[in-house]
């Protein structure tokens, strides 16, 4: 098996997931510093974020950031059951947020939104331009640069992509910016730095999701090294902690 063939599965995971994560990990991008949007149930529930946004937007439609909120929570939801048919309803209610008039312009959110599906939807040229436009408005929006990052590396760029990602770690050390940088390693050919990488998200990991997210990745990164039952033990973890 090529070395290309054997990162082809956690390559793929770590894109979609890591934008994801961006999106929704405690801290992520679309948590605000004051009083956050009505979200759902529980952290990792996005059924009920979705409800509880869509809810909220009947009362008020004009509010940009539950718009936001509600697109990320439709990209999370399209992670969870592989339909890509929430992509179209992402889509839709980032471009709503983008529409309503927001002080100093566009709801950052949304834009970044934008280029993290752009992102999923492997249009990483588009990905790029939403992100440096995020940028432009907002530098100081830390996930942005795990958008930028994700572009970058699947256009080839590894040099701006490393920068980016040091941005983000410097600005947000937080489990996003670190399962980035696994990847990153492991591109580069340092398995070693890419598995210390994710012990320490694993460490760091907020919630049950996340937690099978990084041991997932791991799992992976065993396989691939040709240790079958480090990555057997691996999976069972991911599944046991999000069945």
């Known amino acids: 098996m090529t ?16 934008v994801l994560l961006a999106l929704f ?3 992520g991008v679309l948590r605000r510093d004051g009083e956050p949007p009505p979200e759902g149930r529980e952290p990792y529930d996005p059924a009920g974020r ?31 059951t592989a339909d890509v048919a929430y992509y179209g309803k992402a889509e ?5 947020s983008l529409r309503l008039p927001v002080p100093g312009g566009p709801h950052i959110d949304a834009v970044i939104g934008m280029g993290a599906l752009a992102n999923a ?3 990483f040229a588009g990905g790029r331009r939403w992100a440096e436009r995020a940028r432009s408005a907002a530098p100081h929006r830390w996930a942005l ?13 590894y040099e701006r992509a490393e920068g980016a990602l040091r941005t983000m770690l410097d600005g947000r050390p937080d489990l996003a910016s670190f399962t980035r940088a696994a990847r990153v390693e492991w591109l ?20 049950p999701a996340e937690r099978a997210f990084v041991l997932w990745q791991l799992g992976e990164l065993a396989w691939s090294g040709g240790d079958p ?10 599944l046991a902690a999000d069945p």
């Open 121 to 123: 939807r492997h249009d």
């Open 92 to 96: 839709g209610a980032f471009r709503r």
């Open 50 to 80: 979705i409800g509880a946004a869509q809810e909220h937007l009947r009362r008020h439609p004009d509010d940009a950031a539950t718009w936001a909120g509600l697109g990320g929570a439709y990209l999370e939801q399209a992670r969870r």
């Open 3 to 18: 070395r290309v063939r054997i990162l082809l599965p956690l390559l793929g995971c770590a894109l979609l997931g890591c």
């Open 145 to 157: 640069y795990g958008v930028l990052t994700d572009s970058y590396l699947e256009l080839g760029d």
């Open 229 to 238: 039952r480090a990555a057997l033990a691996a999976y069972g973890e991911a």
């Open 25 to 27: 990990a405690p801290g």
């Open 188 to 207: 580069r050919g340092r398995t070693g730095a890419a598995r210390e990488a994710l012990l320490r998200s694993r460490e760091i990991a907020g919630g």
